[in-house]
């Protein structure tokens, strides 16, 4: 099946600095979706982004299907943005495959 | 924005007991999904239903787990007698028809409930 890594496993930041989350996956993939998991363990949708780029306000994603890997981008990072972020995959069936997900610490 | 909602938030149960968790998914929305993360570790696919019919399930889901759609809101994820490690949040998603949208399956989540077995 289909593998989902994401990199780097922890991240810690300053307010307001920028970071880049990378998810590589190891086949073709009709799905992708990344998604923010808030430290009630709550996901929230970010981006359903198999293909190309999208951005919603200071975050933005970009997925390069032909090269496997997508890319989600915070800038001017908040505490808020703390949490797991989590990259998840479908190949046409009906599940999503999760990556370990980047563990996000953003320090006032 | 319509949301997929999730009963109760947190369940404590003894080990041995059968455990109903509800949802209610996002009301257009024909595919529903059972999703699973041990405190941690990363999220595991349980079961997809569709059609009033289970369309795919993991090695996880297992004669002790069961899904029903009851009536035309509500879907449920049963287990049956609970083991030490059932304790997980669990996640129910839905996703409207690709036929409408043009997209494969694109999944909604719920805030999970999070079960607990001693």
């Known amino acids: 099946g289909i593998q989902v890594e994401q990199s780097p496993p922890d991240l810690i930041l300053q307010e307001g600095a920028n970071s880049t989350l990378r998810c590589n996956f190891s086949?073709?993939?009709?799905?992708l979706q990344w998604f923010h998991q808030n430290p009630w363990g709550q996901l929230i949708n970010l981006f359903y982004i198999p293909s190309g780029t999208k951005q919603n306000g200071r975050l933005s994603a970009t997925t390069v299907a032909t090269e496997r890997y997508s890319l989600l981008y915070i800038s001017s990072s908040q505490t808020t943005d703390s949490g797991v972020y989590f990259c998840?995959?479908?190949?046409?069936?009906?599940?999503?495959?999760w990556g370990a997900g980047t563990k996000l610490i953003i320090k006032p | 924005e319509p949301e997929v909602t999730q009963t109760p938030s947190h369940q404590v149960t003894q080990m041995g007991q059968e455990v109903i968790l509800r949802c209610v998914p996002i009301?257009?929305?024909?595919?529903f999904y059972w999703y699973r993360q041990i405190l941690g570790q990363k999220v595991e696919f349980l079961v997809s239903?569709?059609?009033?019919?289970?369309?795919?399930k993991s090695e996880i889901f297992d004669d002790q787990f069961s899904v029903e759609r009851p009536d035309g809101s509500n879907f449920t994820l049963k287990i049956r007698s609970t083991k030490l490690e059932d304790s997980a949040m669990y996640f129910c998603a839905s996703s409207p028809s690709p036929l409408t949208t043009g997209l494969p399956y694109t999944q909604y989540f719920g805030p999970g409930t999070r079960l607990t077995v001693l």
């Open positions: 239903f569709y059609n009033n019919e289970i369309s795919e």
């Open positions: 009301s257009n929305h024909l595919y």
């Open positions: 998840a995959v479908g190949d046409g069936n009906y599940q999503l495959i």
């Open positions: 086949d073709s993939v009709n799905n």
